[in-house]
């Protein structure tokens, strides 16, 4: 069985820091992977996601993410944080054909 | 850019009631999808509809819940007796091909409180 572990439920950075987002996934097959960020009272975005090839992926807003499978990891980063960034941020796996599991998730403060 | 539209965002409902929460899926997607949220826990899984039938469901789907696709554009999750503990974000998601590729498009949710 599929599981995520975020590790970390609440992240706080200085505007312009490094932003790094951790998550750790469990699968028994090649995992499709995936990081959305839900702002408040919004719904969720998908911001950039792993299936196969290259294991360093990009997504919006200049947020990346790299696969290591050796780790099980897929940690979520951005080089510099902007308060826009404020948001809970879901690490998610494919749990076969049908269905993501989600991690709890990890709400980033960004302060100025 | 192609949304999936939840109706409504906010709802109220007494303990015991009917609710009926609706989506309009993007026109091409073939897969839909029901996830709930309670506050401040992960997004679970609930169920998933391909082909006028459910693919797969989660334990949390019992017999209260039921899905639907009475037309060519809407999804609707039905709750046939409400319980406090079904008070969540309701997120209606859809996909083209199926999750494994392409992730899905989540609709911005209904939030359901039962009092």
């Known amino acids: 069985a599929q599981s995520v572990t975020q590790l970390g439920s609440h992240v706080s950075v200085s505007e312009g820091a490094l932003v790094l987002l951790r998550c750790n996934y469990s699968s028994s097959v090649p995992p499709y992977l995936f990081w959305y960020v839900q702002y408040p009272n919004q719904g969720l975005q998908l911001l950039l996601k792993y299936t196969t090839g290259a294991t360093l992926v990009k997504g919006i807003n200049g947020f990346e993410a790299e696969f290591k499978k050796s780790e099980t990891s897929f940690h979520l980063t951005k080089p510099s944080a902007h308060m826009s960034d404020a948001a809970e941020y879901f690490c998610a796996v494919s749990g076969g054909y049908n269905k993501l599991i989600f991690g709890a998730g990890t709400r980033l403060a960004v302060h100025p | 850019e192609p949304e999936v539209t939840q109706t409504p965002s906010h709802q109220v409902t007494q303990m015991g009631q009917e609710v009926i929460l609706r989506c309009v899926p993007i026109?091409?997607?073939?897969?839909f999808y029901w996830y709930r949220q309670i506050l401040g826990q992960k997004v679970e899984f609930l169920v998933s509809f391909y082909n006028n039938e459910i693919s797969e469901k989660s334990e949390i789907f019992d017999d209260q819940f039921s899905v639907e696709r009475p037309d060519g554009s809407n999804f609707t999750l039905k709750i046939r007796s409400t319980k406090l503990e079904d008070s969540a974000m309701y997120f209606c998601a859809s996909s083209e091909y199926g999750m494994g590729n392409y992730g899905y498009t989540f609709g911005s949710g209904t939030r359901l409180t039962v009092v």
């Open positions: 026109s091409n997607h073939l897969y």
